[in-house]
């Protein structure tokens, strides 16, 4: 019987990509083939920078295209854009990879990639594909899936959090809690996200249940729609969340119900060396902040970054800036080119090298943060709260102040806040006295660190041997090899 193999397909955006490699890695750790599925775009954008990173004969990348002309920006300004031509690129040649006799398309970026790796032979070497991990925001995919044959199981890279929530969307409907009301207070409790309702306020339910700004609508165009993907990722043989028992035990549980079968398998990066060691930055990494790190002492340090697809505006950027400068700790901050609204850039490097200047301060437009968040020099976390970032904290133990901007941040916050308590929720707030403020309770109090430090310690338990999410993995690779055995009709 030919050996699994696994078609892993991420929705082509760097916090989805990062944690579907992992996925990706841990799988091919324990045996099973994947064909790692970048679109054309990002193949080239990381030029074999996750190939040489996640070297191994059962891992493969090959990319499909996305539909979008080479300028285009593939950022937060126009991701529903992506998502638009993504199925119109992508759909055909990702077809003739599910197919049974995968046949090389001729031409085009996509071809000479799926060439290079296959050789002569148009299956690559690899057995036929067992069955597709689909980001669960791609639902076309699942479609062809379906009618190919090829079983689906749906992976969702948010929080079962914010899953849990937009699965409750129609409840607070019916509840009368969406849409919020005009001029309401957003610290109002809600009730109908199950599990949550002792600490779930308006404000900390994901962003697209806001009020739209700037229209008659009372309800965000792409509340329903976010809504019924996750519902109908239901229909999937199986949802894969990258979380754990012991961070979202009573989500999990609220989840099961509406699917066919959850795994929790996470946090992922930190499932083996080899997930750990993966990288896939469509951003070059600016490792030079290591050094500047090293020099620093030890837990003096607040790390900045607001992840890879928040932007924020002039007068923010010069509030969190006043605010880091007051706090008086040195900082380390991620300022993506296209991260400050219209910035004027001049102004904003000018400030940076004058920050610099002093040793104080380090500016680079992309870190390895997997690894200064490891650094022994960092003492807290000012960011977006992104899950994997969240997870990533989460694991080395280090306390964070969150300003979530968007998506399952609002929800991810509230959770570091109120309920795990290693870190602060600044929700809503970007006024330089408040960042000063908490930055330096998050540096400075015992019981944020021992929080911290305790959570870090129990996920570290969940994805070593014998653990609630390396025992999740397990059952979940069984599962593909039952799916193999019965695609050969036999069983093992
Ligand atoms: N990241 C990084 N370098 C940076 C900033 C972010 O490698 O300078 C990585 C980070 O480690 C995380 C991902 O980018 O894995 C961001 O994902 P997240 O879910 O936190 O936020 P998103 O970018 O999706 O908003």
């Not at 021992?450 to 570290?460: D, G, I, M, N, T």
Request: aromatic share 6%; charged share 20%.
């Amino acid at each position: 019987m030919a050996a699994a193999h696994v078609l892993v397909f991420p929705f082509p955006i760097q916090g989805h990509i990062n944690c579907m490699l992992h996925f990706a890695t841990a799988l091919v750790g324990a045996g099973i083939h994947v064909t790692f599925l970048h679109t054309d775009h990002n193949l080239r954008r990381l030029g074999g920078r996750s190939s040489s990173a996640a070297r191994s004969p059962l891992l493969r990348f090959l990319s499909v295209p996305d539909g979008l002309p080479d300028d285009h920006p593939r950022s937060a300004s126009d991701l529903p854009g992506l998502y638009k031509s993504l199925a119109g690129g992508a759909t055909g040649p990702y077809r003739a990879l599910l197919a049974p006799l995968p046949p090389l398309a001729t031409g085009g970026p996509s071809s000479s990639s799926r060439a290079a790796d296959a050789g002569a032979d148009p299956t690559g070497g690899f057995p036929l594909v067992t069955c597709l991990v689909a980001d669960g925001l791609l639902p076309w995919a699942f479609d062809v899936a379906e009618e190919l044959g090829v079983p689906a199981i749906a992976f969702r890279t948010a929080s079962a959090g914010s899953f849990l929530a937009f699965l409750s969307v129609p409840r607070l409907f019916e509840l009368g809690e969406l849409p919020f009301p005009i001029g309401g207070d957003l610290d109002e409790p809600v009730r109908g996200v199950p599990g949550m309702e002792s600490f779930l306020r308006r404000r900390d339910l994901p962003s697209a249940c806001r009020r739209p700004k700037d229209s008659d609508d009372d309800v965000n165009p792409a509340l329903r729609p976010l809504a019924k993907l996750s519902a109908d990722n239901g229909k999937a043989r199986a949802l894969v969340l990258n979380t754990t028992a012991s961070l979202e035990r009573s989500a999990l549980a609220h989840i099961a119900p509406h699917m066919r079968d959850v795994f929790a398998v996470g946090p992922l990066h930190a499932m083996s060396p080899a997930a750990a060691a993966a990288s896939s930055s469509l951003l070059r990494e600016d490792d030079g902040c290591m050094a500047w790190l090293d020099a620093q002492a030890d837990r003096s340090v607040v790390y900045a970054s607001f992840g890879s697809l928040a932007v924020i505006t002039h007068e923010q950027y010069t509030e969190f800036y006043s605010g880091l400068v007051a706090a008086g700790y040195p900082f380390l901050w991620v300022l993506r080119p296209d991260m400050v609204m219209a910035s004027q850039d001049a102004s904003l490097q000018g400030t940076a090298a004058a920050a610099a200047g002093d040793g104080k301060a380090r500016v680079v437009a992309w870190a390895p943060q997997r690894d200064v968040l490891r650094h022994r020099a960092v003492g807290c976390f000012l960011t977006h709260a992104g899950w994997n970032s969240t997870l990533e904290a989460v694991v080395e133990g280090v306390p964070m102040v969150c300003w979530p901007v968007s998506a399952d941040q609002q929800i991810n916050s509230r959770f570091v806040g109120a309920v795990w308590r290693n870190g602060l929720d600044m929700k809503d707030v970007c006024e330089r006295a408040v960042v000063e403020r908490t930055v330096r309770e998050a540096m400075e109090s015992d019981e944020i660190r021992r929080s911290a430090e305790a959570l870090a310690q129990q996920v570290k338990r969940d994805v070593a041997a014998g653990g609630s999410s390396a025992t999740e993995l397990d059952r979940l690779v069984g599962f593909i090899r039952e799916l193999n055995a019965s695609s050969h009709g036999q069983s093992q």
